[in-house]
């Protein structure tokens, strides 16, 4: 670790946080663990720059993990939070900016005609499972390797030994009983997929899928791969369901469904719809929300739900998405930004492979196609490691793990992008020598 001597500040902000917190941190990745380096202290950030409390200036491209895609305290965001913490940060009851993000987020995605709010992805995800068994009436949830649905019980699993078998607890605390409820099966394999319902017949409640891999690095979906899984859910009467917690209203205003033309049964949600404060919702068609309580026998509930402060935020941000012909400028930003990082290895001799949708990105160090979390697994992460440190040493700040993503934001200027790429250009000669 060289945190001690480049970031002396933050080592001390660690070491101190150990005391106190499990590993020093409340998220597992924010510990650096999978990098060589210490973990930074964020003491500010504006636009497309953090700031750590030792005084140095980054060009951010974790963005809070996804969040963030106006960039950080857009003064909007921050006029109308500042406005609503005036009139009181939770009444427990309902609101009318309540009511009118169900509008937006309805209006947004063809397939949603309610919906309800929660405070995270993970909570999302955890109840779209439930709502999903309450509705089929069946048990079990197929999910995809290495894509990541939170921290619920029935997502913290592995792949059995076999193909299409249940599957063996990823977490200790996860009993094996609720772990052989979930059947992990390669993405992108619609062989899988088929032979899986096919072996778990009439059992199945639901395909669980981020249509965008963005946990394992980005991984795209192979062409006709998400409308060939919407095939077999209708066949099987399986619901589909899309984890869109990183994908809605960032790779398109209405997602990857959007984005794909395919349409989930229910949608989750999270991180862009709530501005940059703890906020998640899930959709559905009308008889299959109204299984949730109070009106059905479903249930779900939250103190927090619909808090008045993330709703203010949330709003705000969706009305920016709709202005300004800001995917266009995403896009052309993120195009930038990896023909520039491809244009750099390639003169270094270094072999990547950049996966790219929309305005999320991953860099990943090998000369294969990565479909697969196996084929994520297979990239140089020692390469990745000793990059990551290059990058930071000269203010760029990238996801500290192999197996994320970059976020591009509107806040990104080209001279941001054009100072990563020359950042890139002498990390990726440095790790050469």
Request: overall charge neutral; some cysteine.
């Amino acid at each position: 670790m060289e945190q001690k001597e480049s970031y002396p500040k933050s080592a001390q902000a660690f070491a101190e946080a150990k005391s106190f917190l499990p590993g020093g941190v409340n998220s597992p990745v924010r510990a650096f663990g999978d990098v060589d380096v210490g973990p930074l202290f964020i003491a500010a950030a504006k636009g497309s720059k953090i700031y750590d409390i030792d005084g140095n200036e980054y060009i951010d491209y974790v963005g809070s993990w996804g969040p963030m895609i106006l960039g950080h305290a857009h003064p909007k965001v921050i006029e109308v939070i500042q406005a609503a913490v005036k009139k009181g940060t939770s009444f427990g009851a309902p609101t009318l900016a309540e009511t009118a993000l169900a509008e937006r987020i309805v209006n947004a995605f063809d397939s949603i005609e309610k919906i309800r709010l929660l405070s995270s992805g993970t909570e999302a995800v955890m109840t779209a499972i439930r709502l999903a068994r309450g509705y089929t009436k069946k048990d079990l949830i197929i999910k995809m390797a290495g894509c990541y649905h939170g921290h619920s019980d029935s997502m913290l699993v592995a792949a059995g030994s076999g193909l299409a078998e249940t599957a063996t607890a990823s977490s200790a605390g996860v009993p094996k009983s609720i772990a052989e409820l979930t059947v992990v099966i390669p993405y992108n394999d619609i062989d899988a997929a088929e032979d899986a319902l096919l072996k778990h017949k009439g059992k199945i409640a639901a395909v669980l899928v981020e249509p965008v891999a963005a946990n394992m690095g980005v991984v795209p979906p192979a062409e006709g791969y998400l409308k060939a899984l919407r095939n077999l859910c209708d066949a099987e009467e399986t619901l589909l369901i899309f984890d869109e917690v990183i994908t809605g209203f960032r790779i398109a205003y209405g997602g990857a469904q959007e984005l794909f033309g395919v349409k989930a049964d229910i949608t989750c949600l999270g991180k862009i719809i709530g501005g940059g404060l703890p906020l998640a919702a899930l959709g559905a068609r009308s008889d299959i929300m109204d299984m949730l309580a109070p009106a059905g026998p479903v249930y779900q509930a939250g103190t927090l739900s619909g808090n008045p402060i993330a709703t203010a935020a949330a709003n705000a941000t969706l009305d920016i998405l709709t202005k300004g012909d800001c995917y266009n400028k995403l896009k052309a930003k993120s195009v930038m930004l990896g023909a520039g990082l491809e244009d750099a290895a390639e003169d270094a001799g270094v072999a990547v492979t950049i996966n790219r949708v929309g305005s999320i990105m991953s860099c990943f160090f090998t000369d294969r196609p990565v479909r697969n979390f196996a084929d994520v697994q297979s990239t140089d992460i020692k390469q990745f490691k000793r990059f990551f440190a290059e990058m930071l040493k000269q203010g760029i700040y990238l996801a500290p793990s192999a197996y994320e993503a970059m976020f591009i934001s509107l806040a990104h200027t080209k001279q941001d992008i054009e100072k990563t790429i020359k950042a890139a250009q002498k990390a990726f000669r440095k790790i050469t020598n």
